[in-house]
């Protein structure tokens, strides 16, 4: 007996082709309305202005300098976003519990939207993607735009005379080493969904004093916007974390 697709009575396999079918159409939707999005965002760049902040430059008329806090943060946070994206990706396939999933599913989405626009900002200022003159990593942070001081803005001051030291791939402060990566990889189940959660968690805090950093020392207006945003979103996902690890009987590392 045939039976009608919908009514309830399909057989299980069909049934479950039809959810995947589903999430599928539902990823592919939310994937273009970033990609619009992030079009459009740098698309505004072009008239936004930098230096004075006016918007009447355009282009890379008014791009800001290789070693300015505009550019540092683009290039900086386009890496400390990959990372972000490489753990949301493995732990999704680490562990089956949804609520996980949909969280790491939102972080990749969103912070992949955001290293792209970075990296085209770059692209549109005619910049490079590494630091002038072995830079350091968050360098801009500690000199601020045009060599002011960018101490006292609430978050970590650069990787010089801020105590930390780059190490086994975790370049600036918040980002894992590749063994806490590998640990992550070889974890299923709870283990990896604290893991991940705990990572995450260092991850956020890391990035939301880079994004403070950029708030108050980018020039682009359209630049200090997202970093403003970026901080807020990530504050309120670690007080998310923080309840996830509590139901899971654990808790932040720091």
């Not at 902040?53 to 300015?68: C, D, K, L, M, N």
């Not at 630091?131 to 990593?137: E, H, R, T």
């Amino acid at each position: 007996m045939t039976q009608e697709p919908g009514t309830g009575t399909e057989p299980a396999d069909e049934s479950a082709r039809r959810v995947r079918r589903t999430r599928w159409v539902a990823g592919s939707a939310v994937a273009l309305a970033l990609l619009f999005a992030g079009a459009a965002t740098v698309a505004s760049a072009r008239g936004d202005g930098a230096g004075d902040g006016t918007g009447e430059g355009s282009g890379v008329a008014s791009a800001p300098s290789a070693r300015s806090a505009d550019a540092g943060f683009a290039r900086d946070m386009a890496v400390h976003h990959q990372q972000a994206v490489e753990m949301s990706f493995i732990v999704r396939d680490r562990t089956t519990d949804e609520d996980v999933r949909r969280l790491a599913y939102d972080i990749a989405n969103t912070q992949a939207n955001q290293r792209g626009m970075l990296l085209g900002w770059l692209d549109l200022w005619e910049l490079p993607k590494t630091a002038p003159d072995g830079q350091p990593p968050m360098h801009w942070m500690a000199d601020g735009h045009d060599g002011h001081s960018g101490h006292g803005m609430g978050g970590t001051a650069g990787t010089e005379g801020s105590g930390f030291t780059a190490h086994d791939g975790a370049f600036m402060p918040g980002m894992a080493t590749r063994a806490e990566l590998d640990r992550l990889r070889a974890a299923d189940g709870r283990q990896a969904e604290v893991l991940y959660l705990q990572l995450m968690t260092d991850h956020h805090k890391g990035g939301v004093d880079m994004a403070r950093g950029c708030a108050g020392l980018c020039t682009v207006k359209v630049e200090k916007r997202l970093a403003q945003g970026m901080a807020d979103a990530q504050r309120s996902e670690l007080d998310l974390m923080a309840d996830m690890l509590g139901a899971r009987g654990a808790k932040p590392r720091t």
